[in-house]
């Protein structure tokens, strides 16, 4: 593990059902999951089906202790949690984080509610990892380890949803996540999160062609994501929650045309690593 390296590994991109077959191979299929590792700090964000694999890897490289954030808890964003091995590992120490129902139900109720039957055969105590809830409010400024620094923010999505800044050792890399725009408008929220960052993942669903059909359901289009990270000066868009029923074909061209408006734009893919190498002295 390298301890000047800001490492972020894409395990799931893909919106709102995981999928399959020869016309997604390249993009992936799994839904959303994210590790950060920030020299020997490994945080993850979001429990879709790519962690599932994030979990796998974890035990390979020998990663016991570890931080997991949830930006909300719907099915794509939850659905991998019982499938995650290192819940069931007693040498394992988990924080899981949350705080877009802050004051109407906690990280252990949220968890607990997903992990029972009749929604699955057996109840949350068969995990053996050591595991610790914390729960915050948005806004709130979290620390969760030495010199890592995590922003929360609220974004726009039906039963609320969290987007994350987290900075360490110089760099910065935004989580965006659901969110929908409004027509015209730059949201402050957002452009705060971003501000100046490496790389901003951000939701690019739909095109704003599509939006008029699906408004209101909660997400956003590259092209908002391309305004967003030119007004705020961020240097990376990764095209991210890719609508279940695009193509490796389709998203070939929407990166194309992101990149043509945004030299840093890519559509993010499962398997995916970008490294930020980071300066010694601005890791304390």
Request: hydrophobic share 35%; charged share 25%.
């Given at each position: 593990?390298?301890?000047?390296v800001?490492?972020?590994?894409f395990?799931?991109?893909r919106g709102?059902?995981?999928?399959?077959?020869?016309?997604?191979?390249?993009?992936?299929?799994?839904?959303?999951?994210?590790?950060?590792r920030?020299?020997?700090?490994?945080?993850?964000?979001?429990a879709?089906?790519?962690l599932?694999?994030?979990?796998?890897?974890?035990?390979?490289?020998?990663?016991?202790d570890?931080?997991l954030?949830?930006?909300?808890?719907?099915?794509?964003h939850?659905?991998?949690?019982?499938?995650?091995?290192?819940?069931?590992?007693?040498?394992?120490?988990?924080?899981?984080?949350?705080?877009?129902?802050?004051?109407?139900?906690?990280?252990?109720?949220?968890?607990?509610?997903?992990?029972?039957?009749?929604?699955?055969?057996?109840?949350?105590?068969?995990?053996?990892?050591?595991?610790?809830?914390?729960?915050?409010?948005?806004g709130?400024?979290?620390?969760?380890?030495?010199g890592?620094?995590?922003?929360?923010?609220?974004?726009?999505?039906?039963?609320?949803?969290?987007?994350?800044?987290?900075?360490?050792?110089g760099?910065?890399?935004?989580?965006?996540?659901?969110?929908?725009?409004?027509?015209?408008?730059?949201?402050?929220?957002?452009?705060?999160?971003?501000e100046?960052?490496?790389?901003?993942?951000?939701?690019?669903t739909?095109?704003?062609?599509?939006?008029?059909?699906?408004?209101?359901?909660?997400?956003?289009?590259?092209?908002?994501?391309?305004?967003?990270?030119?007004?705020?000066?961020?240097?990376?868009?990764?095209?991210?929650h890719?609508?279940?029923?695009?193509?490796?074909?389709?998203?070939?061209?929407?990166?194309?045309?992101?990149?043509?408006?945004?030299?840093?734009?890519?559509?993010?893919?499962?398997g995916?690593?970008?490294?930020f190498?980071?300066?010694?002295?601005?890791?304390?």
């Amino acid at each position: 593990m390298d301890d000047d390296v800001f490492l972020v590994r894409f395990w799931g991109v893909r919106g709102s059902i995981s999928v399959s077959g020869p016309e997604f191979s390249r993009y992936g299929g799994n839904t959303i999951c994210i590790e950060m590792r920030c020299g020997k700090h490994t945080l993850l964000f979001d429990a879709g089906s790519g962690l599932r694999p994030a979990g796998w890897a974890l035990r390979a490289s020998g990663v016991t202790d570890f931080d997991l954030f949830f930006t909300h808890c719907h099915y794509d964003h939850i659905i991998g949690l019982p499938a995650f091995k290192p819940m069931y590992d007693r040498s394992v120490k988990l924080r899981l984080w949350s705080g877009h129902l802050a004051g109407r139900m906690t990280t252990r109720q949220m968890v607990d509610e997903f992990m029972r039957p009749p929604w699955f055969p057996v109840r949350l105590d068969v995990c053996k990892a050591s595991l610790d809830y914390r729960d915050f409010v948005s806004g709130d400024v979290l620390r969760p380890r030495q010199g890592v620094v995590v922003r929360t923010g609220s974004l726009t999505h039906p039963g609320g949803c969290i987007g994350y800044r987290v900075e360490w050792g110089g760099r910065v890399v935004a989580v965006i996540t659901d969110t929908e725009h409004e027509p015209g408008q730059l949201d402050q929220a957002i452009l705060d999160l971003i501000e100046d960052a490496d790389l901003v993942i951000y939701d690019c669903t739909y095109t704003e062609e599509e939006m008029e059909r699906y408004r209101g359901n909660g997400h956003s289009t590259w092209q908002q994501g391309v305004k967003l990270c030119e007004a705020a000066g961020a240097r990376g868009l990764a095209l991210f929650h890719h609508d279940p029923s695009r193509t490796d074909d389709q998203l070939d061209e929407m990166e194309k045309l992101a990149k043509d408006r945004f030299a840093g734009a890519f559509a993010a893919r499962d398997g995916q690593t970008l490294e930020f190498p980071v300066s010694s002295h601005k890791k304390r």
